[in-house]
């Protein structure tokens, strides 16, 4: 994707490509004309109910199971900051800069829509903390996915009226209140509505899940190309990836695989090597030979979390809303089901995709099943050992993306004194698929160095231009064939590999990929 310098909030619909640039890349945000109106025109409603006898929840009363208190108009300024700071208790390990930023720039989004009744000042302030990288500390615990990601949204707005813990754009731990100073933006004094608006969003949920998205999106590419690889280096046949026999079975992500498939392996001659009649085998393995189905699978899954993903980037999600007619209405809209199932949804497609991966990995190990390549491709075998210990990482990953793919979202907990009786879960469905996909990474690294060396040593046999491409692009960071090295790095390369995109990039060097 082009990055873009800045991105204009209320200049028509978010795109995901929008919140990547802001999350990943640290694009700036600026907010419209329009926008700004829309800021004053909420805040100029909330007011108005402030100064009324009658009980606005959130405005004029307590919250949750404790809504049914007036607040007097002089407690209500400690009434926003207090909020703000109990709900500030999360624990654990520190939440990943990319997801804070994402939490940041889709609640600032949420409060620029003017449905949430923020001040202007306050909207500026956050779009100014995005911009200045001064990025709140947020933990892993704390949300339980209903009345949105409390928790994490809350140390944001703690840091946002400088208390608790910030970063700097360094990286380097700094007081907020200075960091805020410094840029000129605060710290903040919550109006009435302005805590409960800072923190009751999906924002943690569709964050991770937008970058979750886009990182599938290239693991997806990238198994398909180890896959070919395995297949090729194996001495597979590639008439199974052929658009006739799934044009049998319309799934368009199996179609799509199996396209990826053949592309990368036309011209093998690895492949040319076995077609003829003195060829024996009738068919190949599951792991080989059903690539494209369970690949396929995963794609759809995929599509229908970003048609999820989209509708989510479409809502504005507060509790109470002001609506266009000057209404304000409590709702529950900040329920995290919908997120959840499909966060929980592709875990179970990253673990089936891993798992295969793994099956492929292993034949080419196996002198019983690799069609003449060396004992787990060692150079001496018994000597040296080759990659019998990367098939057991690899193993061990997968049986970790297996616990990590039972859904959060089947559970629930009650809280607020059965205020909130059932949560989603859906911001540790999001915490858990981030591993999952850093484990899938992972196995793909394994299955590519694996592959890599099963082609060269089935030289003088040519693998397929784009196929050699892959190959010569492990080589320049993973040495070829010979006697045992420490192993740790070269699967580390491999992960760098497919984590920047290398591996993709080399295939679509010689062919287009879907």
């Not at 990590?404 to 979202?409: D, E, H, K, Q, T």
């Amino acid at each position: 994707m082009t990055i873009p310098r800045d991105v204009l909030l209320g200049n028509g619909q978010l795109t995901p490509d929008d919140v990547i640039a802001v999350a990943r890349h640290g694009a700036h945000v600026r907010l419209t004309e329009s926008t700004r109106a829309a800021v004053r025109s909420g805040r100029n409603r909330v007011e108005e109910l402030a100064a009324t006898e009658d009980p606005t929840y959130g405005v004029s009363t307590g919250f949750g199971a404790l809504a049914t208190r007036h607040i007097e108009p002089d407690l209500r300024a400690q009434l926003q900051r207090s909020l703000v700071r109990s709900h500030a208790a999360g624990t654990g390990t520190e939440v990943d800069r990319e997801t804070v930023r994402a939490l940041m720039f889709l609640r600032l989004r949420t409060l620029a829509s003017g449905n949430t009744g923020s001040r202007p000042e306050t909207v500026d302030a956050l779009a100014g903390m995005l911009n200045a990288g001064i990025t709140p500390v947020v933990y892993e615990h704390g949300s339980l996915g209903c009345s949105g990601d409390l928790a994490p949204l809350a140390h944001i707005a703690l840091a946002l009226t400088g208390e608790g813990e910030a970063r700097d754009a360094h990286g380097a731990r700094v007081d907020p209140a200075s960091a805020l100073r410094e840029a000129g933006l605060g710290p903040v004094e919550l109006g009435a509505k302005e805590g409960l608006a800072l923190i009751n969003g999906t924002d943690g949920m569709l964050g991770m899940l937008l970058l979750a998205c886009r990182d599938l999106t290239r693991l997806l590419r990238t198994a398909d190309i180890t896959a070919a690889m395995s297949v090729e280096a194996l001495l597979g046949t590639d008439r199974v990836f052929a658009a006739d026999l799934h044009e049998l079975r319309p799934h368009p992500g199996q179609a799509a695989a199996a396209a990826n498939m053949r592309r990368v392996l036309a011209g093998s001659g690895i492949m040319a090597s076995h077609r003829g009649p003195e060829c024996s085998r009738v068919q190949d393995a599951y792991s080989l030979r059903c690539a494209p189905q369970v690949a396929g699978a995963a794609r759809d899954t995929l599509n229908h979390a970003e048609t999820v993903a989209a509708r989510e980037l479409a809502s504005v999600i507060d509790n109470p809303v002001i609506l266009d007619d000057g209404s304000v209405e409590s709702n529950g809209n900040f329920h995290g089901a919908p997120l959840g199932y499909v966060l929980d949804f592709l875990a179970v497609a990253v673990a089936d995709v891993a798992a295969v991966a793994e099956r492929r990995t292993d034949r080419m190990l196996d002198v019983a099943r690799s069609h003449g390549l060396p004992a787990f491709l060692a150079d001496d075998p018994g000597v040296d050992s080759g990659h019998m210990i990367a098939q057991y990482t690899q193993a061990g990953v997968v049986t970790d993306l297996k616990r990590l793919a039972v859904p959060a979202s089947a559970d629930s907990i009650p809280s607020s004194a059965l205020q909130e009786d059932h949560v989603s879960m859906g911001w540790s469905a999001a915490r858990k698929l981030r591993r999952a996909l850093d484990g899938l990474n992972s196995v793909l690294a394994v299955e590519l160095i694996t592959a890599a060396r099963a082609l060269d040593l089935r030289s003088p046999l040519e693998p397929a231009p784009a196929t050699a491409a892959v190959r010569d692009a492990v080589r320049e960071r993973v040495a070829g064939p010979g006697p045992d090295r420490y192993l740790a790095p070269e699967i580390s390369a491999g992960a760098d590999l497919v984590a920047d995109g290398s591996v993709v990039s080399a295939a679509e060097s010689v062919t287009k990929l879907d």
